[in-house]
């Protein structure tokens, strides 16, 4: 599970919207795609393409490629290093697949 290390701060004042699979999802102003999807509940990424098994964002750092989606309608994109907009779009593809 996923917990934020400060839980309150000012930047938890300030929130955004933005849409995951057609979901509206709230998130604090500043988080990276990936933080705002985990603090949703959002632990599926993609499906591992050779295990075929769930993966999710593993380093937050740009380094592992475990948390690609679709921002923008641009694929591929590390959420990890994305910092989330108003208004965003992203996509997890159906059964986690992003190819």
Do not use: H, W
């Given at each position: 599970?996923?917990?934020?290390?400060?839980?309150?701060?000012?930047?938890?004042?300030?929130?955004?919207?933005?849409?995951?699979?057609?979901?509206?999802?709230?998130?604090?102003?500043?988080?990276?795609?990936?933080?705002?999807?985990?603090?949703?509940?959002?632990?599926?990424?993609?499906?591992?393409?050779?295990?075929?098994?769930?993966?999710?964002?593993?380093?937050?750092?740009?380094?592992?490629?475990?948390?690609?989606?679709?921002?923008?309608?641009?694929?591929?994109?590390?959420?990890?290093?994305?910092?989330?907009?108003?208004?965003?779009?992203?996509?997890?593809?159906?059964?986690?697949?992003?190819d």
């Open positions: 599970m996923f917990t934020r290390l400060t839980q309150d701060s000012a930047a938890s004042d300030q929130t955004i919207e933005f849409t995951v699979n057609d979901r509206k999802v709230v998130a604090r102003m500043g988080d990276t795609v990936a933080a705002a999807l985990l603090a949703a509940g959002e632990m599926q990424f993609r499906i591992s393409p050779s295990a075929d098994k769930p993966r999710g964002p593993y380093c937050m750092m740009g380094v592992c490629f475990e948390c690609l989606v679709t921002i923008d309608g641009r694929a591929g994109r590390q959420a990890c290093l994305t910092a989330v907009k108003s208004g965003m779009q992203v996509i997890i593809p159906e059964g986690g697949r992003n």
